[in-house]
């Protein structure tokens, strides 16, 4: 792996792991702008318990060294987790997309740019 691509893909993990983990906890603890966010987007207090726990499990399992597949599930989770945000705010008619959009990029740019160490090893079949 180059130089080049081991700094984007630390960086952009940095900010995605400091981007989940900040809003897994903001929804545990279950700030009031969080409730009412979610009330707006139709989704009941429970759902702030369930996305925080499973964030900040993600970002444990995209910072942890080994476990490559457990790292696809967390992945994917953060992606269909922050698409759904998108698709449930423009639903409800909010256009404030900027936080959900930077974390699929951000999602995005570190699962491209990871080190092999960290991608599932792909039996072939011959």
């Known amino acids: 792996m180059s130089k080049r691509n081991k700094i984007i893909y630390w960086i952009a993990t940095a900010w995605l792991s400091l981007g989940m983990l900040s809003t897994g906890i903001v929804q545990l603890i279950r700030m009031k702008k969080e409730t009412e966010l979610m009330h707006l987007l139709g989704y009941p207090d429970y759902f702030l318990t369930i996305i925080g726990v499973w964030k900040i499990l993600g970002v444990i399992a995209v910072l942890i060294p080994r476990f490559p597949v457990l790292k696809e599930w967390a992945y994917a989770g953060f992606f269909f987790t922050m ?3 998108v698709i449930s705010h423009l639903a409800c008619g909010d256009k404030d997309l900027f936080g959900p959009m930077l974390l699929i ?5 570190s699962w491209y740019f990871r080190p ?3 991608k599932p090893v792909v039996a072939s079949i011959n």
């Open 83 to 85: 698409s759904g945000a």
């Open 105 to 109: 990029v951000l999602t995005a740019t």
């Open 116 to 118: 092999a160490e960290r």
